[in-house]
């Protein structure tokens, strides 16, 4: 089956395109790229008001599944995802059985291709159950499906691990993917520590907590000369470890999310358990530093740390509640409309931050990428479009979704993937 | 309701008229308690739930008078002897004692917002009889009528509280009412205890006692929780003692006619002298009869006269 996308504006940030083309798909492959495509044997598409991105790439998410299949299962997640415009989620290994074994990691793959909807790309434990005292048969966990390893919702506290993690993937050209937290420091904190924790008397996690982990692994990364990329970022001074580490050369990216992106400390004001995340939604001056890193270039890719929780769980105090929100279908729409309408970063640095650099931090050659011979994996966007994100329609098992009730402009309207039309919302 | 407020879950949702009416409310009540006939019938009728997680005397002792000096039927929760034990949630365990038609719930909880969050499912009136480390409004406003009782006002007053201000919701809901009464703040005690960021409060911050102690009009010392040292917040207790207890050579420091506050349960000997505690300084007792007026004033402005519409 041949798909014709024609007249859209196509963006793609890695060749430097942003201009109305036409796009041939066969086989799960671009075949054309052109200004003018004519064939009677495909189905067309009308793009003439859309743009067209290379898909999507969420290199943070949490299935649930196996274990908490009550909150997300790999079937409900995938077609979140597959709503909000991805093509492509990574997936954390916190499930119960952790993904610390071949077993789980082909059982993920298995359920995801069931699914039959986006790629899922599962992230394998860099330790046993997460504890943190002993590797992962990374090899093995590799050449079962493992795109990456991560120990993400626990830190690596051992310096010594983090070490050896990072000198075992270098030889597997595989990545180490670091949720910075001390824990000590961090301790039973539920938000962020400043003027807004003490005044709401909820403990505070300090900026140093993360901080002094960032730190700590740009060294490792320094001594041992492996990948390292950081989740979820959120504070200034992490950012400005990444400079150093930028500027010296060293091969460290980092990610940040659409909430520590638009969404502050100060907004907990009524106790709303749908702003617990960690590491915690920071200051004004934290997030102002983040939109600022967008543009630079310090910041490499965004990514939601998708994480659902049944609405029951949610609905406790806040000391009490899980830490987490959901992301998949709410990102694009809120960075379309705060950060690309309110002019903080173009359309086409978007489109780097949630695919071509996710690809390419993950080593995915065919993905992130608008060409011939790439993986026809798109998303098309219709930026004019208003709307408001009505969380009781999401595809997500959960509803832990602060945007919800956002009025925003821009949405994905069709997810292709492999060269098949997985979520389209236009007329037949 | 004759305060424009369904519920009272912190100072900080009162403008400085509203604290006023209660204080002023509150001196009508102080009488009652005071007869032979110790009871009014201004809440016959309504009923009242204490739900108490956490472990009180005072606090709870005082809504309960309070209540009962009105008139109200109260009835009185703990957490041991609840289905909380048995996994109960919170919200569930409100929603069934909801369902038996109460009027007023009061509420005292670990967690910061418990109050707050109640607030947003229930129908009842909610009054926030302390929560977390966040606010404790009705001993802010016990402290704030005992000091206009002694003092006759509280605009231009220096106030010190003293300890272990970042774990306390006294402390916090005092200085919010101080500060919108126009009263001046000073909070002492080891820096681990007093973040500078309680400067964004609007109160000066001293680490030395003595130098704090000068020219006070009042001096609220803070319970010092002993696994506070455990966990490291301060070496020892000796040396907390000797830096920020309060003694009488200390407190010669303060105004001639300077008090003593103390929200209890006071650790004698530790944050306090025992010779200061049972002083003539002391309004510390003073505190506790004023509580039971403010809490039956807080009542009926809540609970009482004409039903208006909801407001918040």
Redesign the interface.
Same mark, same amino acid.
């Given at each position: 089956m041949k798909i014709l996308i024609k007249n859209g504006r196509v963006i793609d940030p890695l060749s430097g395109i942003d201009d109305t083309l036409d796009i041939l798909i066969k086989d799960g492959q671009i075949v054309e790229l052109k200004p003018k495509i004519d064939t009677s044997e495909a189905r067309t598409i009308d793009a003439s008001r859309l743009v067209v991105t290379p898909g999507l790439i969420d290199m943070h998410v949490h299935l649930r599944e196996p274990g908490y299949e009550y909150k997300e299962t790999i079937a409900s997640g995938a077609l979140a995802a597959a709503r909000g415009g991805f093509t492509s989620i990574a997936c954390m290994p916190n499930t119960l059985p952790v993904n610390d074994n071949r077993g789980i990691t082909e059982f993920i793959l298995g359920q995801a291709k069931k699914a039959n909807l986006v790629n899922v790309f599962p992230i394998a434990a860099i330790t046993k159950g997460l504890q943190g005292k002993e590797l992962t048969d990374m090899a093995d966990l590799q050449a079962a499906g493992a795109i990456a390893f991560s120990d993400d919702g626990r830190p690596v506290t051992s310096s010594l691990i983090m070490r050896r993690a990072l000198e075992y993937t270098r030889m597997l050209e595989s990545l180490i993917i670091d949720h910075c937290e001390e824990p000590e420091l961090s301790a039973d904190g539920v938000m962020n520590e400043g003027e807004w924790s003490l005044k709401f008397g909820l403990r505070g996690i300090p900026a140093a907590a993360e901080e002094i982990m960032v730190a700590r692994d740009i060294l490792l990364t320094k001594l041992t000369g492996s990948p390292l990329h950081l989740a979820h970022v959120s504070t200034r001074g992490s950012l400005e470890l990444i400079r150093w580490a930028k500027a010296n050369q060293l091969p460290v990216t980092a990610e940040t999310t659409p909430h520590h992106l638009l969404l502050t400390d100060k907004m907990i004001a009524n106790y709303d358990t749908n702003l617990k995340v960690n590491p915690p939604l920071r200051s004004e001056a934290d997030r102002a530093a983040l939109l600022q890193a967008l543009q630079d270039g310090t910041i490499d890719a965004i990514a939601t740390d998708h994480a659902p929780h049944a609405p029951d769980e949610k609905d406790v105090e806040f000391d009490q509640a899980p830490f987490g929100i959901i992301g998949l279908e709410s990102a694009l729409p809120v960075l379309l409309d705060r950060l690309v309408q309110k002019k903080i970063i173009t359309l086409n640095r978007l489109v780097e931050l949630l695919s071509t650099n996710p690809a390419r931090i993950l080593r995915l050659k065919n993905k992130g990428h608008l060409r011939v011979g790439a993986d026809a994996d798109l998303t098309l966007i219709q930026l004019q479009k208003k709307h408001t994100l009505d969380v009781s329609r999401f595809a997500s098992r959960s509803r832990n979704c602060p945007f919800a009730g956002w009025s925003v402009k821009g949405m994905a309207v069709m997810t292709i993937v492999g060269g098949r039309i997985i979520y389209s919302t236009l007329p037949q | 309701m004759i305060l424009k407020h369904k519920h009272l879950l912190g100072i900080e949702q009162l403008n400085p008229s509203e604290i006023s009416t209660i204080l002023e409310t509150a001196e009508s009540f102080l009488e009652v308690s005071r007869r032979e006939v110790k009871k009014v019938p201004i809440l016959r009728g309504k009923t009242i739930v204490n739900l108490f997680f956490e472990p009180s005397t005072r606090t709870r002792s005082s809504f309960e008078l309070a209540a009962k000096r009105l008139s109200a039927d109260i009835l009185n929760f703990s957490r041991v002897s609840s289905s909380v034990v048995k996994g109960e +949630?919170?919200?569930d365990t409100v929603l069934n004692l909801e369902a038996m038609n109460i009027d007023a719930l009061i509420v005292r $909880? /670990? !967690? /910061?917002? !418990?109050p707050? *969050?109640i607030s @947003?499912f229930c129908r009842s009136h909610i009054i926030n009889a302390g929560?977390? +480390? $966040? &606010?404790h409004p009705t001993q802010a406003l016990l402290d704030a009528f005992t000091i206009r009782q002694e003092k006759k006002r509280l605009r231009g007053l220096k106030v010190v509280i003293v300890g272990d201000i970042?774990h306390s #919701?006294v402390a #916090?809901s005092n200085i919010l009412l101080l500060r919108k009464m126009g009263a001046k703040v000073v909070c002492c005690g080891p820096p681990s205890l007093v973040?500078l &960021? *309680?400067r @964004?409060?609007g109160v000066d911050i001293n680490y030395n006692l003595d130098e704090a102690l000068k020219g006070a009009d009042v001096v609220m010392m803070l319970r010092i929780q002993l696994e506070r040292q455990k966990k490291n917040f301060f070496p020892s207790l000796r040396e907390y003692i000797s830096l920020f207890a309060l003694t009488p050579q200390r407190f010669s420091l303060a105004k001639k006619d300077a008090i003593i506050m103390h929200p209890g349960p006071i650790n004698r000997c530790v944050e306090l002298s025992a010779e200061l505690a049972d002083s003539a300084r002391s309004v510390i007792l003073k505190q506790v009869e004023n509580g039971v007026a403010v809490r039956m004033a807080i009542l009926y402005l809540l609970l009482g006269g004409k039903e208006r519409e909801d407001t918040d």
């Open positions: - | +949630t919170l919200k $909880h /670990s !967690a /910061s917002g !418990a707050h *969050f @947003t929560d977390g +480390t $966040h &606010e970042i #919701r #916090r973040p &960021e *309680f @964004t409060y």
